[in-house]
């Protein structure tokens, strides 16, 4: 993936920062700037939906059980990786 200055923020600064923006750790800025990014980039777009859903269903799933197994969490960043490598 072409890492894209949109927004004010690249492709990879808006990756390094999904986490702490799913969980709504951001100041108001960085917030705007990660939107805006995702609006004209397809790509992180695409990607920052599908890590947001993901990350939706892993909490859905912890609540249920105590504690997810080493090899589900493996193949869930495996599959997450490879999905940033998609064009």
Known sequence: ???RTVGGICC???LELLTEYVDGE????A???????LLG???CERFGR???AMVVSLRQESEKSEAVQLDVMARLLSELR????QP
């Open 50 to 52: 599908n890590f947001g």
């Open 82 to 85: 490879q999905m940033g490598n």
């Open 31 to 37: 917030v705007e700037k990660i939107e805006n990014h």
């Open 41 to 43: 980039c397809p790509n």
């Open 1 to 3: 993936m072409k890492d």
């Open 26 to 29: 951001l100041d108001v800025t």
């Open 12 to 14: 990879s600064e808006v």
